[in-house]
């Protein structure tokens, strides 16, 4: 029962980077353990995703060929019958926005303690998980008791396996109970707009740190004089200060410019998720210890209101 | 229709601030309503004064302290409220899931709630999880990380939006009873009112208590021990401009300039 079993993800026929970095976390957590590392591929083109996800590490991948896309009462159950048939140790699920649609549910009914968000894992005669509480101002041990456990990982915290495995791919077969109570009909691209911030090679981006709409124009300004491109953190969407195509982050767009100017942005991890591919990252804030500062290039520890006229007077 | 709306309060810790043993030092705590359930008050009085819902309740788990913020989500426009709390809730650090959804689950009994409304995570200990978890003990359908809600009441469906990753929503049809975990951008929540305010004061919080509920204090055994906390460590090997403002900002033109982005 020292096994370990993590659950992969796919969206519109590829599989999500998070498949491949919860086998990474997986297969460490199984060093220690002293198990094997099984996965679970629920849906969609699972022949093709199992050979994909046959990386080294994997002892075995099992295959639930039910329904295209992803679906929570399909995934619930396909992964508490695998659960019971496999009796691991330690169940791993992504902490994205669908494994949180699964992942309590299955903890729930199984009766296993849950730990969400986890970015780091220890196995020493029991499990330990490091996880951030304060929007990551603080890091925390949480020692989880039970002989089983319930984890979901955050994303691009451990690397994604790479090389060819040897697992045995095979498929398993739950009787999947219809409940039509919950209808996935379909998707839809967020945002529209005049701009792809995408395609930006400089983008000066705001966040909570602009305080209120009135200081947008000193900003606009600052677009202006510099030819950039304005995009901003998920509050200023939110408040509906920009439209959601400006959103880059987790939920929003991935960017990779030449220069990314970040201007009142702690740096949250879902905000990083969308820039830390640019290539070069300034950052503007009063806070010294905001995390944006521990991936930015350049930074200015001061105030925007005093920095960014200085700025525009620059390119005038 | 009734709509449950679950609300936390949260501890924002202050820029800086200091770590006694595994908690932050009270001193650098400020207590707020946490943002997502925010969202999701806003919501279910929508709800209410679009027709739909009859009456909004919220349910708290917290001490005395949070009447405050909870009458912050009466003042805008909950009808009134339920808080749980017991002196076997001092003991753990950290509350696990299964003891929210024990906790939250006796209550939905005995309120019987169409519609139970939770933000997606809550600020402080960012589970993200309650929500779904309490759907699953109840029974009810359930959606996470909703960011559009529209109900349809002669179907007695609500149609909503789950905001996925990468700027992609999934369009699902979910029939209730429901519990919807609310992301934040779904609304424009409302300043409280001073008339909102002035009219929260005599609105009822119904404090209850484990026995109230049923339970006992074998309901909130956590299963997770909070062992260490820490700040991390900076990883930060950024260039930092030092000067004022008009010297600083010259150093990170001349960057601009630099990298070919700004002329």
Redesign the interface.
Known sequence: MSDVLAVTEH?RGELRDVSFEVITAGRNLADETGGDLHLAVIGGDTESFADSLNREGVDAVHTVSEGEE?D?DVY?QAVEALHADLDPEVLLMP????G??????V???L?L?????AVGLDYDDGL?VT????????????????DQQAVTIRSAEWPAAEGVGDAEIAEFDVDIEADD???????????GGDVDISEA??IVSIGRGIEEEDNLPLIEDLVEA???TLASS??I????WLP??R?VG?????VT???Y?AIGISGAVQHVAGMKGA??I???NT?P?API??I????????LF??????I???E | MKVLVTVKEVAEVADDFEIAGTEVDERYLEYDLNEWDDYAVEEAVQLKENGPAEEVVTVTVGPERSEETIRMALAKGADRAVRVWDDALEEPDILDVETKTTLLEAVVEEEDPDLVLTGVQSGDDNFGATGVSLADELGFQWGAVVNALDYDEAENVAHVHRELEGGVEELTDIDLPAVLTIQTGINEPRYASLRGIRQAQSKEIAPKSLDDLGLDAGAVESDLDLTAMYEPESESDAEIFEGDASETAGKLAEVLREKGVAE
């Open positions: 969206r992803f929570h619930t902490n994205s926005v669908n949180l649609d699964y992942a309590p549910a903890a729930n009914s009766d303690p849950l730990v969400t968000d330990t996880r951030e509480m304060y929007g990551s101002k603080v890091e925390t041990t949480v020692e989880v008791s039970g109570g919950s209808v996935v009909t379909g998707f839809e691209e967020v945002g090679d400089f510099t030819d950039a998920r509050p969407v939110d408040n509906g959601k195509n959103q987790q939920s929003g767009k991935v410019p030449t220069v100017l290539d070069t300034i950052a503007v806070d210890n500062f521990d930015a290039d350049y930074g200015i520890v001061g105030d005093e920095v960014v006229p200085e700025l007077e620059e390119f």
